[in-house]
C-alpha cells in the first residue's frame, strides 16, 4: 500500500508546455503515471507527449475528473498557480518551484486547508510510490518497490538514502521529498502519521538538515505515537552559524536549528541516527530483527 499516491491519481501538470513541465511529464507519463492533463493558458487544444492540454485548472479538473497536480511555473506565478488549482477542486498539489517568496506559500496554503486539499513543497522534488505512480522530478531508477517509508527535506539526499536501501534489497513503499523553504505543506508529522497507519510500511527513514525545529517535534511525536522502527540522518554538521546551506530554510539562527540539537532530539526519543546515509539501511536492519 502507498500513501498520498497510487495507480488511481489523476494528475495534471501546471505549466506542462514549459521546459521543465514537458520534460518531466513525459517521463512521469513514462513511468507509469496517469497523467491525464495539463494547463498552460491560451495553449487549449495543444498536446504534449500525447497528454491534452487546457486553459486552466478548472477546464482541465472538469474534462478529465484529475485529483491531482504538479506545478511547474515560475516562482512569481507559483502562488496563483496553487490557488488556481485549490480553488479548483484538486485534492492534492505538489509544488516543484523554487524561489517561491514566504509569504505567498503562507497565503496559498492557508487557502489549500479551507479548501480541504493537501500541499507538498514548494522546492520539493516531489513523491513516489514505487511501482504505481511518481508525481515529481524523482529518478525513478533507483527506487524499488518495498516496505520502508522515506521522509526528506532535501532532494539529492532522498536519493542518496533510497540507492542505499535499494541496494540493501530493502524497497520504498512511498518516498516524499517534503521542500527545504521555510514553509512548506506536508511536514514529517502529517507524514509520520500516514506511515504509522499504512499496513505496508514496516520502517520509516527520516532525513533532516539544519534550520528550524521539525526534526525535535518529529522526534517528540515519534517518541508518543509511532511504533515502527524509526532511523534519521541529519546533513549540516559542520555548517556554520549563521550561514545559508543550500536551501531557504537551512540556516542556523538565534541559537537554534543546530544539527547537534536534532541528534539529540532524535537520540533522546529512542531513534538512532546515521552519520552517513549508507548506514541508514543497516540501522533499520537491525532494528527490524533482520
Known amino acids: 500500500m502507498s500513501i498520498l499516491i ?9 505549466g506542462i508546455t514549459g521546459r521543465d513541465g514537458s520534460f518531466h511529464a513525459t517521463k ?19 498536446e504534449v ?8 485548472v478548472c477546464d482541465a479538473v472538469e474534462a478529465t ?21 485549490a480553488d479548483a477542486g484538486i485534492k492534492l498539489i505538489i509544488c516543484i518551484t523554487e524561489g517561491v517568496p514566504t509569504l505567498d506559500v503562507v497565503e496559498a496554503y492557508r487557502y489549500i486547508q479551507i479548501k480541504g486539499a493537501q500541499l507538498i513543497g ?8 514505487p511501482g504505481e505512480s511518481m508525481v515529481g522530478i524523482m529518478p ?3 527506487f524499488k518497490k518495498g516496505h520502508t517509508g522515506v521522509i526528506s527535506r532535501s532532494g539529492t539526499l532522498t536519493y542518496q538514502v533510497v540507492a542505499s536501501l535499494t541496494a540493501e534489497g530493502m524497497g520504498q513503499s512511498s518516498a516524499i ?5 521555510p514553509i512548506v505543506g506536508l511536514y514529517f508529522q502529517d507524514l509520520l502519521e500516514m506511515f504509522q497507519n499504512d499496513p505496508e510500511t514496516d520502517s520509516i527513514a527520516i532525513i533532516g538538515e539544519i ?11 515519534i517518541k508518543k505515537y509511532v511504533t515502527k522502527p524509526v532511523v534519521a540522518f541529519i546533513s549540516g554538521r559542520e555548517a556554520p552559524k549563521g550561514k545559508q546551506m543550500g536551501h531557504a530554510g537551512a540556516i542556523i539562527s538565534s541559537g537554534s536549528g543546530t544539527a547537534a540539537e536534532k541528534v539529540a532530539a532524535f537520540e533522546a526519543a529512542g531513534i538512532p541516527v546515521a552519520r552517513e546515509t549508507q548506514e541508514i539501511p543497516v540501522l533499520l536492519k537491525q532494528k527490524l530483527g533482520k
Open 211 to 221: 534550520g528550524g525545529d521539525a526534526e525535535e517535534r518529529a522526534a517528540e511525536y
Open 122 to 129: 514548494p522546492n520539493c522534488p516531489g513523491l513516489i510510490s
Open 65 to 85: 475528473n484529475a485529483n491531482t497536480s504538479v506545478i511547474f511555473v515560475p516562482a512569481a506565478f507559483a502562488k496563483d498557480a496553487m490557488l488556481e488549482a
Open 177 to 181: 521529498g517534503v521542500g527545504g523553504d
Open 49 to 56: 507527449a500525447g497528454i491534452p492540454v487546457f486553459n486552466t
Open 28 to 46: 512521469m507519463k513514462e513511468y507509469g503515471t496517469n497523467v491525464v492533463g495539463g494547463t498552460s493558458p491560451g495553449k487549449a487544444g495543444q
Open 6 to 14: 497510487n495507480k488511481d491519481t489523476r494528475l495534471i501538470v501546471q
Open 140 to 142: 525513478t531508477n533507483i
